[in-house]
């Protein structure tokens, strides 16, 4: 089974509904913030809609993964991409895919959550593909 890490700031919306989507394609999902904050209850909810319980998530910082071998690292946002450290272990890809936070959505409940709906399928679609991608070029992902 492949490994793979989703980094971004606060690892409260976007790294968390990554790692529940990527557990749910097979992958053993971590992530982590360099700045991390409670895990988002408008997240957790988004998630449940499609069967993805990340109530019992919690949010941990990039440092505690630094020394820990992925076949993947990804950061889902720009602030992220520049902050990370670097993993001196680390001999899998690194890629950057920014995602729009939702965490600044405004506008009553509905609206706000239509937004953490749409960066989930968003990220749900990208990795959807990448899955896809992984696949095909090592030959299978377990």
């Known amino acids: 089974m492949k490994k793979i890490l989703f980094i971004c700031t606060g690892n409260s919306c976007r790294s968390q509904m990554a790692e529940g989507l990527a557990q749910s394609l097979g992958w053993q999902a971590f992530s982590a913030g360099v700045e991390p904050t409670p895990v988002n209850p408008n997240a957790v909810v988004v998630m449940k809609e499609i069967g993805i319980d990340i109530s019992s998530s919690k949010s941990n910082h990039v440092d505690e993964y630094i020394k820990d071998n992925f076949d993947v690292i990804v950061t889902v946002c720009d602030h992220a991409n520049e902050t ?59």
Do not use: M
């Open 84 to 142: 990370c450290p670097a993993f001196p272990n680390n001999s899998g890809k690194k890629i950057h895919h920014n995602f729009q936070d939702p965490f600044h959505a405004t506008g009553d409940n509905e609206e706000v959550l239509s937004v953490y709906r749409k960066v989930r399928d968003q990220i749900q679609n990208w990795l959807s593909e990448f899955t896809e991608v992984e696949s095909v070029s090592s030959g299978k992902l377990k």
